[in-house]
């Protein structure tokens, strides 16, 4: 009896003792494990050990950098954010982080909050067509799960692309700005079978960014390239950022095309990227090397840069000016096939003056490109002029 009471006592403190033992072992393996510069799942660099500081310290910055430093290295990292991913998944919490798990293994980023900046976004388009006398154009990408909703789950947040292109397209062409509104075909392409996003980004897809190029095509009066034109080459293994931020690592694969107009050549295509004072040339669309990397989206263009120019010799009008997201980046290739020149303005890193740039370029036309979700948390377009 009394070596049953000493058994039962030692047996409460099993737990206890267990979770010491866990607690001490991550401890060990915090401080001891190599630590990676670089997430692959991710696709981010992580937190650098902070530099302690007398003012560091004292003022907490120390403190909250390293609660992300330690965060980012924890021992097993990668296995804990897909355990808890899976965790609410399967415990009915399907989208907790930001993500939802959808039918045809598609990973579609929640509804944007409808606290957003399209109101403002849209206000500062207005006040820039004052700045400029060359017609500009808006066009946005509709977001995923609005398009495929078919796929979503049972139980999701609603996706208000309705009203932001209700509103957007009344506010606009009331005060003579083009709309493109894609929702309607784009709704007809997918239900006939066109993938027209990724099941693991948040982008288009080349073939939506076709099929977007099209529909500018007709509201600006000009002839898209047929699409039997182009050479299709298909890459495998694409992650995109959709995936790197949902924890679901056994999702499968997308695949991601280049379609390379025959009649491009090193001959007649050139490509600037300018950033700040730094400029380089090449002779081609497609960066190639990307496609060795995790990240294989900068493919396109080569990816975020202030200011890139696109001229090809071949085209048949003058300069458009892209005000855009990442969405243009896969699109720029097709327009390109019409204007003799095209820049791309990123609003996140390019500081002068659109209008100003407009005019010394003589634009025929001014196209304000971006994802509906990234045109609603834009906080940079205000800045437009």
């Not at 120390?62 to 355990?83: I, L």
């Amino acid at each position: 009896m009394h070596f049953a009471d000493n058994r039962s006592k030692i047996g409460r403190y099993i737990p206890t003792f267990v979770f010491l033992i866990f607690i001490f072992g991550m401890a060990v393996l915090f401080i001891f494990c190599p630590k990676s510069d670089y997430s692959s799942n991710e696709k981010r660099y992580l937190e650098d050990f902070p530099e302690a500081s007398l003012e560091n310290v004292s003022n907490g910055d120390f403190g909250k950098s390293f609660e992300t430093y330690f965060a980012d290295h924890f021992p097993f990292r990668n296995m804990w954010v897909g355990f808890n991913s899976y965790y609410n998944l399967y415990t009915g919490n399907n989208g907790a982080g930001g993500v939802y798990n959808c039918k045809n293994d598609y990973l579609i980023n929640k509804p944007v909050s409808s606290e957003n900046n399209i109101e403002k976004n849209l206000n500062a388009i207005l006040k820039f067509k004052e700045n400029t006398s060359t017609p500009i154009t808006v066009m946005f990408a509709p977001s995923t799960g609005y398009i495929t909703d078919d796929v979503l789950p049972d139980n999701h947040n609603a996706y208000n692309d309705d009203v932001y292109f209700k509103n957007a397209s009344e506010k606009l062409t009331e005060n003579g700005i083009d709309f493109v509104d894609l929702r309607e075909n784009f709704k007809t392409e997918y239900r006939f079978g066109t993938q027209l996003y990724y099941r693991t980004d948040h982008h288009w897809t080349t073939a939506g960014a076709y099929t977007a190029y099209k529909e500018l095509c007709k509201k600006l009066s000009i002839v898209a390239t047929p699409e039997n034109k182009f050479n299709k080459e298909v890459y495998g293994d694409f992650y995109g950022t959709t995936y790197s931020t949902s924890g679901f690592w056994f999702a499968k694969p997308d695949s991601i095309e280049v379609w390379n107009n025959k009649a491009d050549t090193a001959e007649n295509i050139r490509v600037k990227i300018t950033e700040g004072t730094e400029t380089a040339e090449y002779d081609s669309m497609y960066f190639y090397d990307h496609l060795q990397e995790d990240d294989k989206y900068p493919v396109f263009i080569d990816g975020n840069h202030a200011l890139t120019e696109i001229t090809n010799k071949n085209a048949p009008r003058g300069t458009i000016v892209i005000v855009k997201d990442s969405f243009s980046h896969c699109f720029a290739p097709f327009i390109a096939d019409n204007y003799s020149k095209v820049i791309l303005v990123d609003m996140r890193y390019y500081k002068l003056s659109i209008s100003e740039l407009a005019k010394t370029e003589n634009a025929e036309q001014i196209l304000v490109l971006y994802g509906i979700d990234n045109f609603a948390t834009d906080t940079d377009l205000v800045w437009i002029s």
